[in-house]
């Protein structure tokens, strides 16, 4: 059976009866970074030079294997997918030409998530622009069309790339050649910094610098939209897709910061904490892509002083390596932001991203984000009129001064949340959290759970100006947490044969406290990740950059017939919730040491509410006490469906037995 179309209604999600819908779901999933043919995982060595050959046709997972996958996620409560592709998987083989057999793949791989119950929104998903510039998302022929050599980036410093600095004949982790969690240092870095200024600020800054006969931007931003469209024409028929992601975590490039500027810490005018990495300016950056050496300050953390501190000055592009290609120039540079002079750059206008001729201040979110999210939506919903378009901001520059008020209508807050501690250094210190970034403490299960509400809450607070003040949906497109935390401390137990809990308590209980928040908040949210080629290895993780999130390892699998075996921490977010609600959520609340849940909605309409009861959570059976209205179990598929009796209010509880 067909699932209905979802539309909105200010904060919730809404089907053709009219009932709210709460989504919860899981990215599917982290290897869809990189190529499945030959593969791209990041601990196999690559000089990318067969960028143009590769094929995903396999990520998430090759199509036979596609019924056990999904079998597991429904099992696992799970009613959408934030369902990964690339730009690159699409048009990797050059302008305009799209991989029809991936499309095929993905098509079909779309509709199978239909059949097990599923919504889709599609995200095209990058990180740090590029995997040529130590990320994923964008293809390879770009570089060259805008005058950039990639096959340069790590000579000159100007990218991060695991490929180039780990060693893989030694294994492992490397923290002196590839330190825990650095990709997204890139977005610093200038080989990143160059493509995202002119993706979506190329036409202001540098107007007349042309690819192919067109402004840069317009260029890129054409090809990325084309790649969409072309997703878009093979599944407008399908109803559980819907809608698109305007971009994973887009990067703000050079707009807004003054060319000297390093951030080394908070101040007046940069209020923000400092992160570990190099203090790029954006004269360093343009300094290292023409060649010139530079001494850049070096930022860390220093968990006696609970703070980010600099270690030290490092020489970048100490060899002189140019990034431009011969014969071509850099765009800025002809604009005139800076100029060299006796192999010296110096700065023309400090303030050329920051201010207009006539003082006004670039806007990132209003000037350049709203108009690239107008573009999105038309181009998708010249497909399919129905579509959503699930917004995300700039990350690194939090949530800024919000959503551009000319937002399309009909788009869904998709921001993202990490605990940034956790993710960044993959410890979870519990009960004493401290972070290092702000020099705060959190101490006890409460009180770290109530640091989650403030800072979800802040994010929700966003999707209020949404649709021209009506308000949207939020859903948290990203969360979750490292699987290899204390040095991989719970493989090692597994690897000894411990099969227990006991290992993956700090996991559950940071994911308890996270679902907490979102219960408390009643947020919709994807989580971060499902991958199918996971492994319980350091260099490996998700495949990608030594990140290792993923809800399910093939490691783990050890017993095929068991539909939950390879599942990591399980109690910590299979966990009952209401998925369909016939009137207005009110309250829900999980308490997972002692099993009860509690729901309480107010009525609109004739319709059932559907809730997820997990057998993980209730091994021995559940009961279930209801206040105005009757209830039917359909235990086999682990629902529990309650109709309103006489009253304008139910209330739902349920205790293990």
């Known amino acids: 059976m067909a699932l209905p179309r979802l539309g909105i209604d200010g904060e919730w999600f809404r089907d053709a009866e009219g009932r709210r819908r709460i989504l919860r779901g899981v990215n599917l999933g982290g290897d869809c970074k990189v190529p499945f043919t030959p593969n791209g995982h990041t601990n196999i060595p690559t000089d990318f030079s067969d960028h143009r050959t590769v094929s995903f046709v396999g990520r998430p997972f090759p199509l036979a294997e596609a019924d056990e996958h999904f079998s597991r996620l429904k099992a696992w409560g799970f009613n959408c997918l934030r369902l990964l592709t690339t730009w690159e998987a699409v048009e990797h083989e050059g302008p305009g030409r799209y991989d029809e057999a ?177 203090a790029w300016s954006p004269l360093d950056g343009f300094a290292a892509a023409r060649g010139l050496a530079r001494e850049i300050p070096e930022l860390g953390i220093d968990w006696e002083q609970r703070a980010v501190v600099k270690k030290r000055d490092v020489l970048v592009n100490g060899d002189g390596v140019s990034i431009w290609r011969q014969g071509r120039a850099c765009p800025f540079e002809r604009a005139g932001a800076y100029r060299i002079a006796g192999g010296q750059i110096e700065a023309l206008k400090e303030d050329f991203f920051v201010k207009r001729d006539g ?97 979800l809450g802040h994010l929700k607070q966003a999707s209020h100006a949404l649709n021209l003040g009506t308000g949207a949906p939020t859903l948290l497109g990203e969360f979750g947490i490292p699987y290899d935390l204390d040095d991989a401390a719970a493989y090692k137990a597994w690897n000894k044969g411990d099969r227990s809990d006991a290992p993956w308590e700090k996991h559950i209980i940071a994911l308890d406290l996270m679902y907490n928040a979102l219960d408390q908040l009643l947020m919709n949210s994807t989580q971060w990740n499902y991958t199918a080629s996971n492994r319980n290895d350091q260099a490996i993780g998700d495949g990608w950059n030594q990140e290792d999130l993923s809800i399910y390892s093939i490691d783990q699998r050890e017993n095929p017939s068991d539909i939950n075996s390879g599942g990591r921490a399980l109690k910590g977010f299979v966990r009952p919730y209401a998925r ?67 009253s304008d209010k139910v209330g739902i509880t349920i205790t293990r037995r």
């Open 102 to 278: 991936y499309l095929d793949y993905f098509a079909t791989l779309c509709r199978m998530a239909g059949d097990y119950g599923m919504y889709v929104f599609i995200d095209f998903h990058q990180d740090v622009w590029s995997r040529m510039t130590g990320g994923d998302g964008a293809p390879g022929w770009l570089f060259d069309a805008v005058g950039l050599d990639f096959t340069k980036f790590h000579a000159a410093g100007a990218a991060h790339v695991m490929q180039y600095k780990y060693d893989f004949a030694r294994g492992g982790r490397q923290e002196e050649n590839y330190p825990t969690m650095t990709w997204s240092q890139n977005y610093k870095y200038p080989a990143n910094a160059i493509m995202w200024t002119l993706f979506f600020a190329g036409n202001t800054f540098c107007p007349d610098f042309l690819v192919e006969g067109r402004q840069a931007q317009d260029y890129l931003q054409e090809h990325y939209l084309g790649a969409m469209e072309a997703v878009a024409k093979r599944l407008k028929d399908l109803p559980n897709v819907i809608g698109f992601d305007s971009l994973n975590e887009p990067g703000s490039g050079y707009v807004g910061q003054y060319l000297s500027y390093r951030h080394l810490g908070p101040s007046e005018r940069h209020p923000f904490p400092a992160r570990p990495g190099l």
């Open 359 to 455: 003082g006004d201040r670039y806007d990132m979110e209003h000037d350049f984000m709203g108009p690239f999210f107008a573009r999105v939506a038309e181009r998708v919903r010249a497909v399919n009129d129905d579509w959503l378009l699930f917004a995300e901001l700039d990350p690194g520059a939090g949530l800024g001064r919000g959503f551009p008020h000319d937002t399309p209508p009909r788009t869904v807050n998709a921001s993202h949340w990490y605990d940034i501690v956790t993710l960044s250094t993959k410890r979870f210190d519990f009960p004493v959290k401290i972070n290092p970034y702000t020099g705060r403490t959190t101490e006890g299960a409460e009180a770290i759970e109530a640091s989650y509400v403030r800072q």
């Open 580 to 646: 369909i609600v016939a009137g207005r959520p009110l309250k829900m609340k999980f308490k997972r040491e002692t099993g009860t849940f509690r729901f309480v909605y107010e009525v609109d309409g004739d319709g059932e509410t559907e809730i997820f009861v997990p057998a993980i959570q209730y091994p021995d059976g559940y009961d279930v006490d209801v206040e105005g209205g009757e209830l039917r179990r359909d235990e086999a598929n682990q629902r529990l469906f309650v109709h309103a009796v006489g």
